[in-house]
């Protein structure tokens, strides 16, 4: 069993502002095999907070989770080895900038097998392992993690918690920053380790091509609600999805928009660019 | 740490907010040091009811002020005990002899388990504290039966020590309000402008007030922000396994630098946009800077000036007298 949330709320406090909820009864299950879900909603509708609970970061002020069978309530718990946890559920931040301290690259992804009690030269190995299952190749190993490039820091935060070889893997925005390859490169990694090892990815994101093209499942926040939970495919078939902050992927928006100025009769529905441009081709040869 | 009040800018109404804040800070400056200049607990018991009706009228919630108030309790407590123990002069107040023997161990663990248990389970947590305090106290009085540990000593309050101890509680209680009310009802940045201006005439030896000032602000505005990039490192490190919490001290101390070096790196970072960010909207400094809202006195702040310089005149003819 993966993670389950039960009537999750979340509080802020501030001093000035008081109570602001950022997350609201959710009820949520996440197995922990061959799952890749995309987690998708606006700026502040509570992505990056129920994330922070899948790993029990934060705890949640009402209701409560279960991760890998521990029951994680409001209040900590002693019993628990919270530590265990984040290695069973791993989550790479959006900011790369907020994890990497060491001085080489390979010394700072070995920093989190080395917090789990292996020695030097197996934690050598893993993070030799992990740099290149993130497309970089052994010269970075030696290399500052704060003179690398965007992208190449993002890479290297990635590997850090694959080191970890956690059995759900969470990323809040992975793709943000990069370029369209960088992001098409990295989409297929996380696809390749999903398929490959079974472990199940959940992502964060704003694109919803990546969303249609990719993945199996969809959560969407709203003002701190889980909203829909389900297929993209019919999702993206619903009328209004603009009410929810949200956007249709490009293929849809540009065949819909064919339809309409040409009286074409294409159907709409394609997940990439190629099978749309074949969708145009078939109904240009009829 | 939120509940930290002192520091804090709360917005509202009342007498204080409409005040320049060259006259704030000038009238707490004269009234704080009147009331290092008074000598007997009868002045400063005056001055502590004059610093209650003055935030009675600029309507500030007591409440408020004595929630501020908590952090530094534990600071007052231990002012009064030290001033009462350790201050031997004028006449014994209260003097008798105080035991420890077998039982009175007995009887300190048992208090202390009774209070641990109760304040995992109660919220009352200060009262808690001070009932066993009181419990010590009598333990230690009055269970002298059993073999004595230690030779009985003698406990001893004397009159000044009592004295001395409530009148420096008094003193600090009125200086931490002054200063609460000045920094809960002036904006920082009408804070520093208030300093920049007051420094101003410093310039002539060469102090760069408006400099001073900038940085001053600068920092008050980055605290919040470097608050909350700590805990976002603090919880990136903990998702790959240092969890502050838990682990020994030795794992502690490579997790401190885990979140010691992004800090650095992230506050130079933000630096030198903030400077490219002034710069490019032609921030130069040491030139001179204009300000959409220019500081204005009113009859209020005469007023006000009026006051302190009465409430400091007063307390040296008192010392004088």
């Given at each position: 069993?993966?993670i ?13 502002q ?14 922990e ?9 606006h700026?502040g ?8 609970h899948?790993?029990?970061l934060?705890?949640?002020s009402?209701?409560?989770?279960e991760i ?6 409001a ?14 559920v ?25 917090n789990?009690?292996?020695?030097q030269?197996?934690a ?10 993130v497309g ?9 993690p ?15 918690i ?14 943000s ?14 696809k390749?380790?999903?398929?490959k090892?079974?472990?199940t990815?959940?992502?964060i ?18 003002e701190?609600?889980?909203?829909y ?12 999805l603009f ?23 294409l ?14 081709e078939?109904?240009v040869?009829? | ?7 804090q800018?709360?917005?509202g ?25 008074l ?28 929630k501020?108030l ?14 009462i ?6 006449t014994p ?15 300190l ?20 504290f001070?009932?066993?305090a009181?419990?010590?106290y ?10 004595a ?21 008094i003193r600090?209680l009125?200086?931490?309000?002054l200063s ?18 007051l ?6 030896i060469g ?13 008050l ?14 919880l ?12 020994k ?19 130079f ?7 490219n960010?002034?710069?490019s ?7 001179k800077?204009t ?27 008192l010392?004088v007298?």
């Open positions: 069993m993966g389950r949330f039960n009537q999750v709320s979340y509080d802020y406090s501030s001093f000035a008081g109570l602001y909820t950022a997350i609201k009864d959710i009820n949520l299950e996440i197995t095999k061959h799952e890749f879900i995309a987690l998708v909603g700026t509708s509570g992505k990056s907070t129920l994330a922070k899948m790993n029990a934060i705890f949640p009402e209701g409560n989770l890998f069978g521990e029951v994680i309530t209040k900590r718990n002693k019993k628990i080895k919270y530590n265990n946890i984040r290695k069973k791993g989550l790479v931040f959006q900011f790369p900038e907020y994890q990497l301290f060491e001085e080489t690259v390979e010394k700072d992804i070995m920093f989190g097998p080395m789990f009690k292996i020695t030269e197996e050598k190995k893993i993070a030799k392992e992990s740099l290149n299952l970089l190749n052994d010269s970075y190993l030696q290399r500052n704060y003179n690398l490039s965007g992208g190449e820091k993002k890479r290297v935060s990635i590997a850090g694959l080191a970890m070889d956690p059995e759900i893997l969470v990323l809040d925005e992975p793709t920053g990069l370029d369209p390859a960088g992001k098409r490169v990295l989409m297929n990694l996380f390749d380790i999903n398929e090892t079974g472990k990815i959940v992502i994101t704003h694109d919803m091509d990546l969303v249609y093209q990719y993945f199996n499942r969809v959560l969407v926040m709203n701190g609600r889980l909203i939970d389900g297929d993209p495919e019919k999702l993206f078939r619903e009328k209004d009410k929810n902050h949200l956007d249709y992927p490009n293929t849809i928006k540009v065949l819909k928009y064919l339809n309409e100025t040409l009286n074409l009769n159907n709409i529905y394609q997940k990439t660019l190629e099978a749309a441009l074949s969708e145009i078939r109904v040869k009829e | 740490m939120k509940s930290i009040i002192i520091g800018y709360i917005p109404k009342g007498m204080f907010y409409k005040l320049d804040p060259r006259t704030k800070i000038v009238a707490v400056l004269f009234i704080m040091i009147s009331v290092f200049l000598q007997t607990i009868f002045q400063l018991l005056i001055a502590l009811s004059v610093a209650i009706i003055l935030l009675l009228i600029g309507r500030i919630s007591l409440l408020k002020v004595l501020g908590k952090p530094i309790m534990i600071l007052l407590i231990f002012t009064f005990i030290f001033q123990i350790l201050n031997r002069e004028g107040l209260i003097s008798h002899p105080m035991y420890f023997t077998i039982f009175t161990l007995i009887f663990i048992l208090a202390f388990i009774i209070w641990r248990v109760l304040a995992k389970l109660l919220r009352f947590r200060f009262t808690l001070f009932l066993f009181g419990s010590v009598v333990i230690l009085r009055f269970v002298d039966f059993g073999d540990l230690i030779e009985p000593f003698n406990f001893a309050i004397y009159q000044s020590g009592l004295e001395m101890s409530i009148f420096v509680v600090l009125i200086i931490i309000t609460t009310v000045l920094t809960l009802t002036t904006k920082p940045t009408d804070l520093t402008q208030g300093i920049e201006k420094l101003h005439p410093l310039k002539r102090f760069d007030s408006e400099s001073f000032a900038l940085i001053i602000s600068i920092s505005r980055y605290i919040p922000t470097i608050f909350d990039e700590a805990n976002k490192i603090m990136a490190q903990a998702s790959r396994g240092a969890d502050f919490s838990e682990g001290l030795k794992d502690k101390l490579k997790q401190v630098i885990s979140l010691l070096v992004p800090m650095f790196i992230i506050a970072m933000r630096s030198e946009e903030l400077a960010a002034m710069e909207r032609n921030f130069v400094p040491g030139e800077r300000r959409i809202n220019e500081l204005n006195f009113n009859y209020k702040d005469v007023l006000a000036t009026v006051f302190s310089i009465l409430v400091l005149a007063g307390s040296i003819v010392r007298i």
